[in-house]
T-cell receptor, first 113, second 113 residues
């Protein structure tokens, strides 16, 4: 079974631009979560989607948004990029019902110049 | 809000020896799950071990075991017979019925040959 895939793996943007990251979950998984990892703040939860509905959202500004499609693939968008948005963005998928193990993708490394 | 604390930024262990990583958490929930994740230099997050709060028996996975003290809100990870491949950053994580993982700051484990 293929793992969680994230595209692109690396991205360089400039301040003020916007970016869209993509995540394809493991086949059969209906929940997708997004996390931001930085040296200063560590791993922080962004949001979680299940069957196209956002069930939980972390404490991030409205510039960070996401969505999930009917095939469970998910995208997150960051608008008006700031230098502090430079991070590793990790996506995780799970079955979504009850307590299930989250399987992580390799991440997208975003650099904002 | 739940908080997860890892008080050891770095730990070093001799190959074949044992190392214990500490983790404490704060929660008012009675039903929750605790995890240890490993993140090697590749940045791929890998689940090492999982503990359900309602289970009194400590979880074990091969050379990895936990000491779960629910009353003390403590969840330590013991790595026995350490191998070079165990070198990574280890994160303690918590989840209750809110579809998100809360992570500690991480502990970097170095294995000396």
């Amino acid at each position: 079974k293929a793992g969680v895939t994230q595209t692109p793996r690396y991205l360089i943007k400039t301040r003020g631009q916007q970016v869209t990251l993509s995540c394809s979950p493991i086949s059969g998984h209906r929940s997708v979560s997004w996390y931001q990892q930085t040296p200063g703040q560590g791993l922080q939860f962004l949001f979680e989607y299940f069957s196209e509905t956002q069930r939980n959202k972390g404490n991030f500004p409205g510039r960070f948004s996401g969505r999930q499609f009917s095939n469970s693939r998910s995208e997150m968008n960051v608008s008006t990029l700031e230098l502090g948005d430079s991070a590793l963005y990790l996506c995780a998928s799970s079955l979504g019902q009850g307590y299930n193990e989250q399987f992580f993708g390799p991440g997208t490394r975003l650099t904002v110049l | 809000a739940q908080t997860v604390t890892q008080s050891q930024p770095e730990m070093s262990v001799q190959e074949a020896e044992t190392v214990t990583l500490s983790c404490t958490y704060d929660t008012s929930e009675s039903d929750y799950y605790l995890f240890w994740y490993k993140q090697p230099p590749s940045r791929q997050m890998i689940l090492v071990i999982r503990q359900e709060a309602y289970k009194q028996q400590n979880a074990t996975e091969n050379r990895f075991s936990v000491n779960f003290q629910k009353a003390a809100k403590s969840f330590s990870l013991k790595i026995s017979d350490s191998q070079l491949g165990d070198a990574a950053m280890y994160f303690c994580a918590y989840t209750s019925n809110d579809y998100k993982l809360s992570f500690g700051a991480g502990t970097t484990v170095t294995v000396r040959a």
